[in-house]
């Protein structure tokens, strides 16, 4: 339903050349999945979705690579197109803070009416009421549809959000990081009126976070970005236990997991990758401990390993060794006291 | 940030230094980029460069002392003479230099301007800083004298105090002083306010710090750049204050200031005849304040990059 | 046996709502009070780790900051080392701000923005005037490195502003342990940071758990983390602890109505995993109008017609694990089951 197909995303600085965000994400979406989108912040899970939605900065833009939605690829149509034909109606979004989602100055209620309205030729009472079932799937007291969003509490304007995303019956949405702010009560009850929101009209959902427990507890495929490229891809069961890039088993093992009664917290050293001028080779290897010469300079192409898992990493094949490896604290943290050692691996 | 962990310790250290060094040209850079590319605040500083250097070396460079009676060549008062080329401003009724009179003048204005703001902003910051710091009845309090400050009527405030106090030039710093404090009592306390939220003020706390050093150490750095914010406008204000009191004859008969020279040419009724007795005084208030406007604009800039754009 | 390194005992916060001035220069109109802390106990013995969890509004970081007298408490006592620090005589004798220190939430805004890490981490040992002034740098320096800020001179002359989230927080902990204390409050000390950050400013928290001796108190609404870190929980609901016990203990084996729901809706990492989520009526109510009774009673699925009747007090379950709950009661199970 979704492809994307080798997309860019550039963010021009004034004078300081340009964040490359995105750096050639190819990955593809089915009907009625639920994909979650982790990695670390400024990963580039956002501007990717942005960019599906067409939601980017003024100052971003995609220079490269084609999103194809249910055969038409987006990237050729015309703002206004898009406005009428795609936003709300066939792909929506949840942005990162809900409130800011909303117009101060309108009711919460009136500017799910208008946007049911703008879209499809219904009356105002029956917008209304669609309206006012939503906020009731969503455990929101329809009384308080005439309410303004700041009288709403996070929680609360993070479900009127999905309620108005969800207005348009669409096809696609996308939620960017939707419980991040949220107690866990809240955010259980709302993943799970997501999950069940998305069954019952058959949409898609791109749902990006960086707790892995989130999106292992209610999404279909993960995909794992790092440094503007999706290096790991694979329905959940397979990235939560048979991983094979090094920077999700990192993610893994630096994750507290309340099952775990003895868990050794390992955390990945080093920093992200500069998005300004990307090296060449593979953008993982200054943090990464299986780093080879061939790692340094030879940017990795995807490959997939059976059943729609895909991994760009030199190393991938060698899964049993990785994991074994990953596992010891010593592997990562023989990399942070001997940064100079790497760095000479560097200029070579 | 990245580099920085695969650099031995000593290259590390001077990436560091120079970047402390580079971080200090790029704030000079910004604002000198600003001041070029804000005319205004150009024009303000050259301006009130000259003003200054005027006041300091005034009675080097004028001409006459301002208070000698000049005689025609028949022996005459050279009583409201045209401009000429001995007296390049003219001569008022009592045949005094204008241009000496003018340029001595000067000192007063800048004199009073700077200190009178600098009163009233010392004052008006601590009390901000007091007020909001501790709120409740302290705050309570010193608010509501800010706000009779604020009822406070100019003109007759100043001419009772003047009336009681004596019309002499530091007594009327004062008075412009105790007007002034009132506007950066209120900004620096709403300021304050939203400061002392901040984690940071807890954080100073935790470790035992005195509420002495918490305000001035803490705090007052956080708001300095808006005091000197108002610490421009102010100055703006108490320069015209000063002008005005002494147009209405309420300055210091003792100093000259160019509000004064407005003054003596009005009673006399020479303020239409003798255009030159009046109009470069009226120029040189007008170009001070606005210099000074202009340059408080530019750091208004400056401190709020939001309306940078 | 030697006295717990903080004994709370029934400790209140209760902040005016809606004070103004005339309120409080005549004392005008009713004061309405945000019971934000309402009769908080428990104790942190030497060494040990304690981790207050709940959601977020529920008191957890009132208690602490009032526990370090960073908030007068309303009432109720504090003992550190066995001695009362409400009178800030005794605080000032036993130099109680160079034994307790904090690691807030926000790294981003809990450095002074004006200061320089050198001069952040330094200022403890001005305050408190201790050493000449070369010892104090070394003091610094070593300090800095200490936490992993390596070589220290890397990031000694940097504002905040030039750091990463993960390296503000390790400066926050320098100027936390710079004066060696005994006792540290960590709110929320990972909550704004990146996962894989997250891991090595925890691990860096425990290492100098280990090798200082330090107490400390952790405030968190994450039960993976606190179970992670923690010896033993409590966790709080509208300023009341609901539950204490053994951290592992109390998360495998929930018996508080509230405590199960939080765990049942905290996300697991294995997918094949089907939690049993406990499903919460409503949300959370302001802490100032209390239900009568039980404070969970309108939320709880297992509440009866007794839980309205009296605040439950706390109840033996098992092993050092107590739990607020008439469930546990057995007179009073008796007396609802005939
Ligand atoms: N408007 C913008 N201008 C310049 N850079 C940006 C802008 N928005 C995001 N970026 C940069 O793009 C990169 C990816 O950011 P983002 O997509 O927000 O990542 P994530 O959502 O994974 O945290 C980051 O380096 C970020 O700083
Ligand atoms: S390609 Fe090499 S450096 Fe990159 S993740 Fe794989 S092993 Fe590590
Ligand atoms: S006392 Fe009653 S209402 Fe309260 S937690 Fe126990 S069962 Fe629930
Ligand atoms: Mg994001």
Sequence with gaps: ?348 | MSVKKHLPANVESKLTSSRVFSQIKDGVSTAYELYRSDRLGQFGIVVLAAFVFIAIFAPIIAPYSPGARHRRDDGSLARLDAPSTDHLLGTTHHGQDVLSQLLVSARVSVFVGFLAAFIAVFIGTNVGLISAYYGGWVDDILMRIVDIAYGLPFLPFVIVLVFIFGANIVNIMLVIAAILWRDSARVVRSEVLSQKQRPYVESARAIGASDFRILYRHVFPNVLPLTVLYMAFAVAYAIMYEASIAFLGFGDPNVYSWGRMMYQAYTHGAIRDAWWWVLPAGVCIMLLVSSVFFIGRTLEEITNPEIRH | MTSPKIEVDDLKKHFKSNEDMFTRLFGWGEIEYVKAVDGVSFEIEEGESFGLAGESGCGKTTCGKSLLHLHEPTSGTVSFDGREITDPAVRDEMNFRTEAQIIQQNPYESINPRYRVFDWVKEPLDVHDIGSEEERETRVIETIESVGLNPAEAYMHEYPSELSGGERQRVSIARAIILEPSFILADEPASMLDVSVRASILDLLDRLQDELNISILYISHDLSLLKHMCDRIGIMYLGKLVEVGPATQVINDPQHPYTKALVGSTPTIDPDDEREAVELKGDIPDPVNLPPGCRFAPRCPEATDECTVEEPPMYETGDDQQARCILYDEEQMQTIRE
């Design chain 1, 1 to 348: 339903m979704l492809e994307l197909t080798d997309v860019h995303v550039e963010y021009e600085m004034e004078g300081d050349g340009s964040v490359h965000a995105v750096n050639g994400v190819s990955i593809s979406l089915e009907e009625n999945k639920i994909l979650g989108l982790i990695g670390e912040s400024g990963s580039g899970k956002s501007t990717l979705a942005k960019a599906i939605i067409r939601l980017l900065a003024k100052n971003g833009h995609v220079p490269e690579g084609a999103i194809e939605y249910k055969e038409t690829d987006l990237t050729e149509l015309s703002d206004r197109e898009f406005r009428t034909e795609i936003r709300w109606d066939e792909i929506s979004m949840v942005p990162q803070n809900a409130m800011n989602g909303f117009d101060p100055v309108y009711t919460v209620g009136n500017q799910i009416v208008q946007a049911i309205r703008t879209h499809e030729d219904v009356s105002k009472g029956e917008a209304r009421e669609r309206a006012r079932a939503l906020f009731e799937q969503l455990g929101i007291d329809p009384g308080r549809i005439d309410d303004y969003p700041h009288q709403f509490s996070g929680g609360m304007a993070q479900r009127a959000m999905i309620a108005l995303a969800l207005a348009l019956d669409p096809s696609l949405i996308i939620a960017d990081e939707p419980t991040t702010a949220l107690d866990v009560v809240i955010q259980d009850r709302i993943l799970q009126t997501l999950r069940d929101l998305q069954q019952e009209i058959e949409s898609s959902v791109i749902l990006i976070t960086h707790d892995i427990s989130v999106v292992s507890d209610i999404c279909d495929e993960i995909a794992v970005m790092y440094g503007g490229r999706v290096v790991e891809h694979a329905d959940v069961e397979t990235i939560i236990k048979e991983p094979r890039h090094p920077y999700t088993l990192g993610l893994r093992n630096a994750f507290p997991d309340i099952e775990e009664d003895d868990q050794d917290l390992i955390s990945i050293p080093g920093t992200p990758p500069d998005l300004v001028e990307p090296p060449e080779g593979c953008g993982f290897a200054p943090r990464c401990p299986f780093a080879t010469d061939e790692c340094w300079d030879v940017t990795p192409e995807p490959e997939e390993y059976g059943d729609g898992h895909v991994v760009e990493c030199h190393r991938a094949d060698e899964q049993e060794l990785l994991t074994e490896e990953a596992k010891r604290k010593e592997t990562w943290m023989d990399l942070e006291t001997e940064p100079q050692q790497v760095a000479e691996e560097a200029d070579d």
